[in-house]
């Protein structure tokens, strides 16, 4: 038997948008599988999943404040995967942003270099070192593929544990707060040093403005810029993009500094939204399951609003199912990869057209 | 029209009443066509006059709306080309589909049974090709062979499986005369041994020389039955536009213009493993001008188009000058904010992007010279308007308000390229292979608007492998092979002997010494 997959000649609206919801059910159902042959109840994890988490205040906000590092992130993301560069290492430059940009919090501790000034500018600075401090990291895979023609996948992905060992190594040494109790973390960020709440229970931060403006940024960029439209062309057809004079080179610099920036900003964001301080691990993989994201809002800005919600779920859920039914945490990443790989299928399917053929090779 | 029947008895195919529609459009409309044992038929016509339509429908990649398909008298229902195959009838593409790093025998075992083993085959692709005059290495790579080398991979594909009927989609598009006359070659050795062919072709001459009979297709309809051997390429040409070509009016002897693109002893190394290295080329094309360069495939003149441009950059700044800047360091949009443009050679993913609209590809290319992205940001009002304007005056043909390039046919998206940059009423126009697989129609508007363009006083540069094209329009012709140019000689004065003996590297010594 052979497996052709044939080139659809068009691709109709209504396949594009039903594809990512047909693969986020196919995604339930298979994770709903394992969940029956761990010996648990389907139907009580789709609920603790699922739906409990939008049921109460806390959790929606909770649902906010895990969904806006996933949409920052994501939007970046998208910049590259639409150029077809694979940016793989957002986690490592959202590492190093929340590193950066914590620093300037633990080094203005407690009133330092605030008497002549006041400390009004030190929130403002620690995002900016923060994207700035992305943007750098994701230089290194970009300039090595502009120059010496690097894999952009690999290096990005292994300098993800690079950044994890740097900040474990700061989180344990130079930044540790010196009466901490030799425990491996930083002093807690002064008050003007971090994000401001927007509501009542000191969850819901800032940055969650920050990643909504991301989206509508984004938006107007690639609808309505020749910046966008460059990006967009680079993907679809690069031979006609260098025909309309647009340079590869200057062309994946922008993107991944864009893409590392909001991983940076997405960093420093959850180090002075939720954690205050710094310590040797501040992220439970957003950076992967942002690229979950940009493919399941089908990289398009609105479409990663709403992909980054239906990923927090999943994080929110998973936390409750660890104690209510006692499910593993491995099981949200397991879902999470099942979902991936039902979004990639998905796409596949929309594009081309899958023949069974019987017989030999004709 | 004459009503000519060349061959009696049964046909060998026989086509009845065949529509093909597609939503609301028709692409074939009751069409009837027979193809008799040993016969050569011709289906010409327009591009979109639905000749593919109906050449998919015989080899059973389409299911016909309704009508008949007979092969032999009896009445079958092609499910897919491996059911055309089995009942004896084969194709060749007009685009192949190799694998450029295998090799020839490879190539050719991919779509035969699995039961072949390569040794085995290799003597049978050596008899194929002794048979059929066709030299085929089974050894060689893909990648290292010319376009007419890789058709025959094709045909020897196509004949291994022992075909009554062969089909060709526009078999000449890609070759150099020399090629297409061993093509030919081989043709009458398939017609002699009583294979019937189904020869579709824009090129009429081909169509008189080789087919006894034709079928002509306009907007879908049969509009024509004729031997094409007792009619004029002039009256057949009429037969599928409809209406009568006119000529391309050559601009009268120019007075010679100013200098305005001038290549100065430009060499650079091939940027590609198989590319061609560029040596010593000079030329000079006066506003005023058409200037020809003409060459088989593959002998620069994609690497010069690059260059010339500027989509690649590497020459010393002084190689490349036009209206006296020097402007070989230059990118693209610098060189058209200095008044150039280009047509490169692949419409579809090079001159335009085939999944963007049609406004989208207005922004393309004239982002920096139409206004139609003023400060970064696009301006859409502005580019549909501009696109609009292409396409009244050059006459594309599309479906729907904006849609897709890669939905026109291969002469209407040329029209709108050519459109696109003739607009914007370049100084120097560089274009390459202009109307490659483009109808007569379309060519002849292409032509036209060059001829017209040069007269309003700018230079035209033209790459072409078509010497009819040359001969016809430009003022003076120089030749390309292996990455050299030889000396230009007056249009009017030179002969095809001439410009086919520097076509096979014989004439080059003198240019080559000229350069030094």
Redesign the interface.
């Known amino acids: 038997m052979r497996i052709d997959l044939e080139a659809r000649q068009s691709r109709s609206l209504a396949l594009d948008i039903g594809a990512p919801i047909i693969a986020l059910i196919a995604a339930i159902l298979l994770g709903g599988l394992v969940v029956w042959l761990m010996g648990k109840s389907p139907t009580r994890a789709f609920s603790v999943y699922f739906i409990e988490p939008l049921l109460e205040g806390w959790s929606l906000q909770e649902l906010a404040v895990k969904a806006s590092p996933l949409v920052m992130i994501a939007i970046g993301l998208s910049f590259c995967f639409r150029a077809n560069l694979w940016n793989i290492g957002a986690e490592g430059q959202f590492v190093i942003g929340g590193l950066v940009g914590g620093w300037l919090a633990i080094a203005t501790h407690d009133g330092a270099y605030q008497s002549a000034i006041g400390g009004w500018w030190i929130l403002p600075a620690m995002l900016v070192l923060g994207t700035l401090a992305g943007a750098f990291y994701a230089m290194i895979p970009a300039l090595l593929r502009v120059w010496l023609g690097v894999s952009e996948i690999l290096t990005s992905l292994m300098l993800v544990y690079v950044a994890e060992l740097i900040l474990d190594y700061f989180a344990r040494g130079p930044l540790r707060d010196p009466k901490g109790f030799n425990f491996p973390q930083s002093v807690t960020f002064d008050d003007v040093a971090h994000l401001p709440y927007l509501a009542e229970g000191d969850r819901l931060h800032a940055g969650v403005i920050l990643a909504l403006l991301a989206v509508l940024i984004a938006a107007f960029v690639f609808s309505?810029?020749?910046?966008?439209?460059e990006v967009?062309?680079v993907g679809?057809?690069p031979?006609?993009?260098?025909?309309?004079?647009f340079?590869d080179s200057r062309l994946t610099i922008a993107v991944f500094a864009i893409s590392g920036g909001l991983a940076g900003l997405a960093g420093i964001c959850e180090v002075a939204g939720q954690i205050g301080q710094l310590q040797p691990t501040i992220s439970p993989g957003y950076g992967f399951t942002a690229i979950i994201v940009a493919f399941l809002g089908r990289l398009s800005p609105f479409g990663i609003l709403i992909a980054g919600l239906v990923l927090a779920l999943t994080y929110i859920g998973g936390e409750s199912a660890q104690v209510a039914l006692k499910l593993p945490i491995d099981m949200t990443r397991t879902f999470q990869g099942l979902l991936l790989m039902c979004v990639l299928i998905a796409d596949a399917a929309t594009r081309y057209r899958i023949r069974f053929r019987l017989g030999?090779?004709? | 029209m004459v009503d000519v029947q060349t061959t009696q008895g049964r046909p060998l195919l026989s086509l009845r009443g065949i529509v093909k529609r597609f939503g609301d459009f028709v692409a074939n409309d009751q069409i009837d066509l027979d193809i008799h044992e040993g016969e050569a038929h011709a289906l010409i016509g327009e591009n979109g006059a639905g000749k593919s339509t109906l050449v998919k429908i015989i080899y059973g990649l389409l299911q016909p709306t309704e009508g008949t398909i007979a092969i032999a008298g009896e009445r079958v229902r092609l499910s897919g080309?491996?059911d055309a195959?089995s009942r004896g009838i084969g194709m060749v593409f007009q685009h192949f589909s190799l694998f450029d790093n295998l090799t020839v025998a490879e190539n050719i075992a991919?779509?035969?049974?699995?039961?072949q083993s390569l040794g085995g085959l290799r003597a049978r692709i050596a008899e194929v090709a002794e048979r059929y005059k066709m030299p085929l290495e089974p050894d060689r790579e893909v990648w290292s062979l010319s376009a007419g080398e890789r058709q025959r991979i094709e045909i020897a594909r196509c004949l291994l499986q022992n075909p009554r009927l062969v089909i060709l989609d526009e078999p000449t598009s890609v070759l150099a005369p020399q090629e297409s006359y061993h093509l030919f070659e081989t043709l009458d050795r398939l017609k002699a041994e009583g294979r019937s062919l189904l020869y579709i072709s824009h090129k009429l001459d081909e169509v008189k020389r080789l087919c006894e009979s034709a079928t002509i297709l306009r907007l879908g309809k049969k509009v024509g039955f004729c031997d094409p051997r007792k009619e004029s390429a002039r009256s057949l040409a009429a037969l599928m536009v409809g209406t009568q070509i006119s000529d391309v009016h050559g601009s009268s002897a120019q007075a010679a213009g100013p200098q305005r693109l001038i290549v100065d002893d430009l060499s650079i190394e091939a940027e590609e493993i198989h590319g061609v290295d560029l040596e010593h080329i000079s030329l000079v094309v006066r506003g005023g001008e058409v200037f020809g360069i003409a060459g088989v495939a593959g002998n620069g003149q994609s690497e010069l188009f690059a260059v010339l441009?500027?989509?690649r950059t590497g020459t010393t700044a002084e190689a490349i000058r036009i209206d006296g800047a020097q402007i070989g360091d230059m990118?693209?949009?610098g060189r058209?904010l200095l008044g150039a443009a280009?047509v490169?050679e692949?419409r579809n993913?090079?001159?335009?992007?085939?999944?963007?609209s049609l406004t989208?590809n207005v922004?393309?290319?004239r982002?920096?010279t139409a206004g139609v992205?003023p400060h970064?940001?696009?301006s859409f009002d502005r580019a549909r308007a501009l696109g609009q304007s292409i396409i009244s005056l050059f006459d594309v043909r599309k479906a729907g308000a904006d849609p897709a390039a890669r939905t026109l046919s291969g002469g209407n998206l040329q029209k709108f390229v050519v459109g696109r940059e003739i607009l914007s009423e370049p100084k120097i126009l560089v274009v390459n292979q202009p109307t490659w697989g483009v109808d007569a129609a379309a060519c002849a508007a292409i032509r036209q608007a060059l001829v017209d363009l040069a007269a309003r006083g700018a230079a035209v540069l033209l790459i072409s492998q078509d010497l009819d094209e040359l001969f016809e329009i430009c003022d003076r012709i120089a030749v390309i092979h292996d990455g050299r140019l030889s000396d230009a000689l007056d249009a009017r004065g030179a002969t095809r002997e001439e410009i086919g003996l520097l076509m096979t590297g014989t004439g080059h010594q003198t240019a080559a010494a000229h350069a030094h």
């Open positions: 309505r810029t020749l910046f966008g439209f967009r062309l679809e057809a031979r006609a993009a260098r025909f309309a004079g340079s030999a090779l004709a | 080309p491996e195959r991919l779509v035969l049974p699995r039961d441009s500027g989509e990118d693209i949009t058209r280009f490169p692949e993913g090079h001159a335009a992007a085939p999944d963007f989208e922004i393309l290319s982002h920096a992205a970064g940001l696009v």
